[in-house]
């Protein structure tokens, strides 16, 4: 990988450290040192360059005990969303290229089993680490490896279904250690001066060794001994039960060890050598401050969750997402059954102004896209109006719930999906490249494809009086003008939803592209180009796919009657996609029958930027890619 590394201030610890092995040698009392230069690092990195900082600077301490106490990639290491993996990259060998993070070719911001042998899983979504680490924990178990597989996830994952699904199948007897790092919501409950000193009492190396010596000399006693210890078992556990309540993990059978300050590194040890001791499946329960070590995003963790990087010429005003929230907050002023549900993402969804509104009309579920929809579904079947605002990466997780609960009961539930299309910071875990064609294929679903404000607010109000289920989708950003200016000079006639170049070509070009989103800015630049080689292009721009059979009617008074090429653009999967499905219907047409029809979309990949170049110049579906596709 390609070392683009500044050296822009000396780390002289971090600087020591290129494995795992070369930490564990590292003394105890440099631990503190070693941790504020990784913080000064990483503010200034991620500040720079971008990627998600707040959560990153309240792990730093975990995650280096986790490499002190277990020896990776012997041990799996999986960590939940992998968000907050940073400080584990910079210990693995990956400090060097640090400065390509999110970047093409270089660094993922999340794990990722290609990029290094201790990224032991692949992950980006949240809730699925706990089910993989347990799977990790059972092979080695049937393999007969001593390994430990360690599952960091933090109290928001908790939110999500299948954490819960995951604890309900892990065994007592495996060498698996789950690590709840709760850093916003209280999990545990804790009463008074003695809750908390037993809290300590039960984290520190005396207890273990007393209760492990105690149990052990009880269960050797004739006769007497087994039962004695089972009803102390059960003395103990009752009055737990009264000073914390029931706690769930230990209820399921699971030890459980903590809470402790997850920001002190060498007490964060002694309790995973402790979990390690134990011999059985352990929850450890830590606790962390986001953001810690740097008062702007200790004090607004939301706001420095993940930091765009600096670049010239940056937008100021509303994005996509600030522009639905708005509007929809204006809607929901005239129309008191709209409501607003998101899946714990109210501020990249840009649904702030509505939850300071209308707090009772506004659902923040957690990390549980799934039960998002089926609640929706049973909203709309009371007589409310609901609108999901979700990214497109995380709708593929409720696409049961979009077909059983909502579209075959054909309930009026707006979707509006943030974030479409090829998201190259985040890589190809958050890619919205799927819904296109897994919408396609259902039953009473509408789609729609604003690429400007204006078209926002007009589909919008027209999937919100409608009488079934809609989809919305919109990219991440902001609207370009070029875009406005090129397609929206003149009012749409009838109504139509598909808008066509205000310059119009001849009545014979030589090639008409049909697209939507904001890959019709390549289209624009191909069009640019083909005119300076003498051919001539009409672009048509779709602000809706589904029903196909009605756009494809909207589309026919705009295709010529002479032979040309028809090109089918699109930032998504072609399988089952735009192009394919509408391509079907205009086919039923005559005048398609001198034309000859191309496809540019994506063809069975995620979209993996193998090199530092765009991403649509990666995946061939930029300007030269698609004047390559149009000539002879």
Known sequence: MENRSQNKTEYPLLEQINSPEDLKQMPQERMAALSREIRDFLIERVSENGGHLASNLGTVEMTLAIHRVFSSPHDHIIFDVGHQSYTHKLVTGRREAFD???????????????ESEHDSFGTGHSSTS??????????????????????????????????????NNCRKRLRLIIILNENEMSISKNIGRFAKSLSHLRSSKGYFRTKQATASILQKIPLIGKPIFQALLRLKMALKSALYGSNYFENLGLYYLGPIDGNDEAAVEKLLEEAKKSGQSCVVHLKTKKGKGYTPAEE????????????????????????????????????????AITAAMTLGTGLRQFRATFPERFFDVGIAEPHAVTFAAGLAANGMHPVVAIYSTFLQRAYDNIIHDVALQNLPVVFCIDRAGLNS?????????????????????????????????????????????????????????????????????????????????????????????????????????????????????????????????????????????????EEEMQAGGMGMLLSAELAKYSVMENKKLLFKALKDEFGIQEKDEPILQSVCLDADSIVRELLP
């Not at 390509?100 to 290609?114: S, V």
């Not at 996509?320 to 129309?335: R, V």
């Not at 294929?441 to 494809?449: A, E, G």
């Not at 170049?501 to 180009?529: N, Q, W, Y």
């Open 425 to 569: 910071s985040d890589g190809p875990t958050h890619h919205g490249i799927f819904d296109v064609a897994f919408l396609s294929q259902i039953p009473n679903m509408k789609i729609y494809t604003p690429i400007t404000y204006s078209a926002l607010e007009s589909v919008m109000r027209e999937a919100l009086k409608g009488d079934g289920p809609a989809a919305i989708r919109y990219p991440s950003g902001f609207e370009d003008a070029r875009i406005k200016q090129a397609f929206y000079s003149s009012i749409s006639p009838n109504g139509s939803r598909v808008r066509c170049l205000a310059d119009t070509v001849s009545d014979a070009p030589d090639a008409v592209i049909i697209t939507h989103g904001r890959i019709v800015l390549e289209a624009l630049e191909a069009r640019e180009k083909m005119e300076a080689l003498g051919k001539r292009v009409q672009i048509l721009l779709l602000e809706q796919l589904k029903p196909y059979d009605k756009i494809a009617a909207e589309v026919l008074p705009h295709m010529p009657q002479t032979p040309c090429k028809v090109l089918f653009l």
């Open 300 to 339: 607004n963790p939301d706001r420095f969750h993940g930091l765009p990087a600096r670049r010239v010429g940056v937008h100021e005003g509303n994005n996509f997402s600030a522009e639905m929230g708005e509007l929809l907050t204006e809607l929901a002023q005239k129309d008191e059954r709209i409501c």
């Open 100 to 114: 390509t993070l999110r970047q093409g070719g270089g660094l993922g911001g999340f794990p990722k089993r290609t």
């Open 130 to 167: 706990l089910s993989a680490a347990l799977g990790f924990a059972e092979a080695d178990k049937l393999q007969g490896s001593d390994a430990y597989t360690v599952c960091v996830f933090g109290d928001g994952a908790y939110t999500g279904g299948m954490i819960h699904e995951a604890l």
